[in-house]
Structure formats: structure tokens, C-alpha cells
């Protein structure tokens, strides 16, 4: 290292000369809407099948599934979960499947969520 005058090889910079970060608007994100899956009740599912379907495909528990089952017995329909649209429909059509494999025409719906 001398000892000597030297000039550093850095120029003085202006705050004009340096360049402003955009600043951006941030898109708004929405929550995706949701989606209900319904239980509609038929003359010839058997109860016990529905409550296994309940349990198997939407991880319900004895209980709960029992008292959906029965919900949709007696009024005809019953909302079971309520998912993203996507989610709502592979399970929708997953527990209705599982009817149909084993010759019940359990039906499973989807809606949108108000």
C-alpha cells in the first residue's frame, strides 16, 4: 500500500442517474370458490354402504358419517363437505363410482357454494 494521492477509479454517481425500481401492483388474489358435494338420497342403497362410502372417501368418522347418511335419508339431500371445485368433484365422482362398482346407483353431486 502507498502512501501517495491516489484517485480511486469509482466516479461520483448523481441520485438522478440512478434508476427508480417500478414499483408494481400486486394482482388480487382471490380465494377460489368453493364447492359443496351432495348426498342424494335413493330407495335402494343400503344405509350401511353409504356410511362405509362416507368413511372411505370423505375420511369421516362412524358418527359423523351416520348422522349424514341419515340427514339425506330424511330430507332428500345432504351437504356432505365443501371443497375447491376441483376437489369437490374427484370426491363427488369417486364415492359415486364406488356405488356404481358395486351395482347402487349412489349419486354424489357438486355445487357451488353461495
Keep these: 500500500m502507498s502512501g501517495g494521492n491516489t484517485r480511486s477509479s469509482y466516479r461520483r454517481v448523481r441520485l438522478s442517474e ?3 425500481p417500478e414499483t408494481k ?3 388480487k388474489l382471490e ?3 368453493m364447492h359443496k358435494v351432495i348426498l342424494v338420497n335413493d330407495d335402494f342403497t343400503p344405509r350401511e354402504f353409504v356410511v ?4 372411505a372417501v370423505f375420511g369421516m368418522g362412524p358418527e359423523r358419517a351416520y348422522g ?5 335419508h330424511q330430507k332428500g339431500s345432504c351437504v ?5 371445485k ?6 363427488a365422482t369417486q364415492a359415486t363410482d ?3 362398482e358395486a351395482g347402487f346407483p349412489l349419486l354424489f353431486t357438486t355445487e357451488p357454494e353461495e
Design 52 to 55: 362405509l362410502v362416507l368413511k
Design 68 to 72: 349424514v347418511m341419515m340427514t339425506a
Design 25 to 27: 401492483a400486486k394482482p
Design 18 to 20: 440512478i434508476a427508480t
Design 86 to 91: 376441483d376437489v369437490a368433484e374427484t370426491k
Design 80 to 84: 356432505v363437505a365443501v371443497y375447491t
Design 31 to 33: 380465494r377460489p370458490k
Design 98 to 100: 364406488a356405488g356404481r
